[in-house]
């Protein structure tokens, strides 16, 4: 098999992973008990924990051969698998939450190095595609949603444990056959910028990531309840694996095609573009009345999420200095984990104290909120006569 394929397949799984710990978490403490103020604390204060170690697990790695991507990845679904055992035989409050709580912890300090086994093999001379990569990762998102989805709302809940301990050792396994020679190990420029002096030097970038936050609060708020809107129109949690394996199937195009895509319009442009189709999805998720609408939303995904992680990643990338991009990158991931943070927090205790339509519309103010600042940073990227 091929690097590529080999690149493909460790996202798939990676993801298959991600649907399971990040797509099932509302529904799954939802059936223990949990209140949805609560689920928001658990995903908002992991994710939050995860901008704090992902840096330093980075320097680790870079610093440290014993630490590389691979040796990480390896120790990190070991760690997946010992979490979802526990949790299979204990549901009891605080404790599953806790433990729910390391699985999305782990899993958000695992992301950026999945992603690095790509670049990794790029530095080293092998053709690899991040795009279709990425894709691939999409579609084992979906997959393994739909299929969860069926089961839960015939089984009993404890199936997303063991879909998690199924999944997990599935990607230790594979991860252990990766090639990852310490010889061609090449270490990464750990070159550190004020980040003052970034908010003074990429003003029209510091506005675009803004912006961002808010339309990815919105993005996380309504996944995370995912489950809450289905129910209040009818639908139950083979509904919710349905809407989560639409969105993320039709990710997969517009992640193959992103390069095509920003050769052919200018990325601003196109950030608009995602950012008023978030403003769509909003609006429907807020006035929808059966299932079915909300399968229509989740189409509008490719237009806003895929465009958007897609688009956002590569002005982070070509927006700044040969010796800022490193930063730059950081700031991308930190949009979509303060994102996470503010969505999950804010969504859940809105949900609790205003019932769902005040939360839904807490998500369209969100969008709203995002489009202005995504519109004025583009109009400031002009003025500078960036091509961006």
Not at 302 to 310: E, G, H, I, Q
Not at 339 to 344: D, M, N, P
Request: charge should be positive; include cysteine; hydrophobic fraction near 55%.
């Amino acid at each position: 098999m091929s690097l590529n394929n080999k690149c493909r397949l460790l996202q798939f799984i990676y993801w298959m992973i991600g649907g399971v710990g990040l797509g099932f978490i509302t529904y799954y403490l939802q059936e223990l008990g949990y209140a949805s103020s609560v689920i928001g604390w658990i995903s908002s204060g992991f994710a939050l924990l995860s901008v704090f170690l992902q840096p330093l697990l980075g320097r680790l790695s870079d610093t440290n051969e014993q630490f590389s991507w691979k040796n990480i990845l390896i120790y990190s679904s070991a760690l997946l698998i010992m979490l979802f055992t526990i949790l299979y035989f204990i549901d009891q409050k605080p404790w599953s939450g806790l433990l729910f709580g390391a699985v999305v912890l782990i899993l958000y300090c695992m992301m950026p190095f999945v992603n690095a086994a790509i670049f990794y093999y790029e530095r080293i001379g092998e053709i690899v595609d991040f795009g279709s990569a990425r894709g691939f990762g999409s579609l084992g998102y979906a997959v393994v949603s739909y299929i969860l989805g069926y089961l839960t709302a015939s089984l009993h809940a404890k199936i997303v444990v063991l879909a998690g301990v199924c999944s997990s050792l599935l990607f230790l396994l594979f991860v252990l056959g990766l090639p990852c020679e310490k010889r061609i190990h090449i270490a990464q420029d750990t070159e550190e910028v004020s980040k003052t002096n970034f908010i003074k030097k990429y003003p029209s970038l510091v506005i675009m990531i803004i912006g961002n936050i808010f339309l990815f609060s919105f993005h996380n708020l309504s996944n995370t309840f995912l489950i809450n809107i289905l129910e209040n129109v009818g639908g139950d949690s083979s509904s919710l694996g349905v809407a989560i394996a639409i969105a993320a199937i039709v990710e997969i195009p517009i992640l193959f095609m992103s390069t095509k895509l920003l050769k052919k319009y200018k990325a601003t442009h196109l950030m608009i573009f995602a950012s008023v189709s978030f403003v769509m999805k909003a609006f429907i998720y807020l006035f929808a009345k059966t299932v079915s609408m909300i399968y229509f939303a989740q189409i509008l995904q490719m237009f806003s999420y895929a465009v958007d992680v897609a688009v956002f990643a590569y002005i982070c990338n070509v927006a700044v200095e040969q010796k800022d991009k490193m930063l730059g990158q950081a700031w991308n991931t930190t949009t979509i984990s303060a994102g996470l943070v503010i969505g999950s927090l804010l969504g859940g205790m809105v949900l609790d104290y205003y019932g769902l339509y005040g939360m839904l519309n807490v998500g369209v103010l969100f969008c709203v909120i995002g489009v202005v600042f995504i519109v004025i940073s583009s109009y400031m990227f002009q003025k500078e006569k960036r091509n961006v």
